[in-house]
């Protein structure tokens, strides 16, 4: 079974961009500024956007949190490679 997210970038066309995979239904890509989770944010729809306002704030509230947690886990991780702990 695969994650419910994954972190996607392509650094070389869009430095500043970050992009969130959600791969259970309804599956899309959250596309946003790599500072900030909420900044010029677009979603592209792989399934059909659901009718659902409220199911769609939900899920993009789990990416961020999703996103925040894996870029802090980096930095731990970083932290603990370089001895800065």
């Given amino acids: 079974m695969l994650p419910k997210f994954l972190i ?10 970050i992009f969130v995979v959600h ?7 959250v596309e946003s500024d790599i500072d900030d989770f909420y900044t010029n944010q677009y979603i592209h729809w792989i399934d059909e956007k659901p009718d659902d306002e409220d199911l769609i ?3 993009l509230e ?3 949190d999703f ?13 603990e490679e370089f001895g800065l702990n």
Avoid at 8 to 17: I, L, M, R, V, Y
Avoid at 23 to 29: D, G, K, L, M
Avoid at 67 to 79: C, M, R
């Fill in 8 to 17: 996607a970038d392509n650094s070389q066309e869009f430095p500043d961009k």
């Fill in 23 to 29: 791969n259970q239904a309804p599956r899309f890509i």
């Fill in 67 to 79: 996103i925040e947690a894996e870029f802090e886990s980096q930095e731990d991780l970083y932290d």
């Fill in 62 to 64: 789990e990416a961020d």
């Fill in 57 to 59: 704030e939900q899920i």
